[in-house]
């Protein structure tokens, strides 16, 4: 096969691997996932292939190998730097758990094997001439943007749960529609996501958020109402996330993807100590919970800073200056600047969200019109035209709501974006570690023994070398030093 979005040793590798099936005697395939993709022209991370050949028969022709998943019938190859998984046909039943078979049995029908697979797109082979084998439809579901699962989709989700956010995923990264019958499949069968850990939901849930369409995702999981049934705590349904799609409108715009998640939940209004329980509960690694926590906290910190300092009050600029370095010296610049990207983020996005019809959805091919709110008619042009608002997307309920914190709601007299990165610039240092005086110094020169008046000084010192009271110079941050502890005798 003339592989054209795989890297080239890749490619090669795989060939050598599906040759030396074919020369001992045995069927091979390139299958599934890279065929999609280099049929849609899209980037080849992977080459998966299946084969005739039973898992031991493959280990005696590879020597080097893992068996990652023997039961399973799947050998991982090593070959030329590169890992190929390589399935032997197989047919699967008896999924008591809704996700993993409890029956294998291996079979000598390419056609038998991909008939267990989720959806069309990912129901095709090919071989080394190029010919596909495509059973269900998935070169022309590819050609139509659209997901269908492999025959009824209802058995297809009750067996493996967790496809029914796969739908979700692929018709988001890929922009495409679902299909009726699997749309309605997954309607009916979305109770079974409580079976699933949630660390495989939020798996998915993560390609989805921090994929190319994130909208069309979030669009599609409002109107499923999938999330709410799953083990993980979601406090929201679909109209809460409509709700929201005024303010994430410029989701997709951030390359940032701890930015990606205080976007979404900043517009379903979560405070940072909610937000950082809410990832928590959903197994986020403690790197991401804190990145987005900070920058939350920061968003509480300047929307506090607005409501104490009194509009037109003599010196409000400089009183909100300091409180803004404050803010960036307690959560760090990084969260500090996030927050500012995602107030320029939130407003770019209100021209676009205020208006009526806001796309959140991707469209659900063939839907009833009563399963689709604000759907047009089956024959309305507007349906068909590409920039149209997609049948079934949800609207913001209140297209003009903003969430507490949001640019537009600050008061008139608030400093913009630029200033507010003026004065971050401004700061001559921004962690406790620049300060050019150490506790042990300071324990010194006051003759005490440390505690928490250390740290307290030491914090005050910072904030007025950092807002310019003061230089960032030793002998002069211990003299102030000196003349703040005799003011606290």
């Known amino acids: 096969m003339d592989w054209t979005m795989a890297p080239s040793g890749m490619a090669q590798a795989a060939n050598v691997v599906l040759s030396a099936l074919l020369e001992h005697g045995h069927e091979a395939y390139f299958v599934g996932g890279c065929i999609r993709d280099e049929l849609l022209g899209r980037p080849v991370h992977d080459i998966d292939l299946t084969t005739s050949a039973l ?29 190929f998984e390589v399935t032997t046909y197989r047919t699967e039943s008896g999924y008591a758990d809704h996700r993993r078979p409890e029956h294998v049995l291996f079979v000598r029908d390419v056609n038998e ?33 659209l997901i269908r699962c492999v025959g009824d989709a209802e058995e297809r989700f009750d067996e493996d749960a967790l496809r029914m956010l796969r739908c979700v995923r692929f018709a988001s990264v890929l922009d495409f529609r679902v299909a009726k019958n699997t749309w309605r499949g997954l309607l009916r069968q979305r109770d079974k996501l409580a079976h699933i850990a949630v660390e495989r939901v939020r798996a998915e ?101 607005l409501a104490e300092v009194p509009p037109g009050e003599p010196g409000g600029t400089e009183a909100l200056r300091r409180r803004w370095i404050a803010a960036v010296l307690a959560h760090g610049q990084s969260a500090a600047e996030g927050w500012l990207t995602l107030l320029a983020a939130l407003l770019a ?46 609207a913001p309920q209140r297209p003009n709501a903003l969430a507490p914190g949001d640019f537009a709601a600050q008061r008139p007299d608030a400093p913009d974006i630029p200033a507010l990165r003026s004065w971050t610039a401004g700061m001559p240092l921004h962690t406790l570690a620049e300060l ?38 030793n002998r002069l941050l211990l003299l102030e030093a000196k003349r703040m502890d005799s003011n606290e005798q």
Request: charged residues 20%.
């Open 349 to 394: 996005a209100l021209p676009e969200a205020a208006a009526p019809g806001l796309a959140l959805g991707a469209p659900v091919a063939g839907a009833p019109a009563a399963q689709r709110p604000n759907a047009p008619a089956p024959d309305d042009p507007a349906a068909q035209r590409p920039n149209a608002p997609a049948p079934g997307a949800f």
């Open 205 to 305: 849930l993560e390609r989805i958020v921090l994929g190319p369409h994130p909208q069309r995702g979030l669009g599609l999981l409002a109107r499923s109402g999938l999330l709410p049934r799953g083990k993980a705590p979601f406090p929201w349904t679909g109209s809460d996330m409509a709700a929201a799609a005024a303010l994430t409108a410029g989701i997709g715009d951030l390359q940032d993807a701890h930015l990606r998640w205080a976007l979404l939940l900043h517009a379903l209004k979560r405070s940072a100590f909610e937000a950082d329980e809410l990832l928590r509960a959903w197994t986020f690694p403690g790197a991401t919970r804190s990145a987005v926590a900070g920058v939350l906290r920061v968003r509480e910190a300047w929307d506090a800073a």
């Open 436 to 473: 050019a005086v150490t506790g042990r110094e300071l324990a010194t020169v006051l003759h005490k023994r440390p505690g928490p008046w250390l740290g307290e000084l030491l914090q005050r010192l910072l904030m007025a070398a950092a807002a310019g009271d003061i230089p960032n110079d």
């Open 113 to 145: 094997d991909l008939r267990r697979r989720d959806f069309t797109i990912n129901a095709m082979c090919c071989g080394l001439d190029g010919i596909r084998v495509d059973p269900y439809g998935g070169a022309e579901d590819s050609v139509r943007r």
């Open 55 to 83: 898992p031991g028969e493959v280990m005696e022709i590879f020597p080097r190998c893992v068996p990652t998943g023997l039961a399973h019938g799947t050998i991982t190859i090593l070959q030329d730097g590169w890992s």
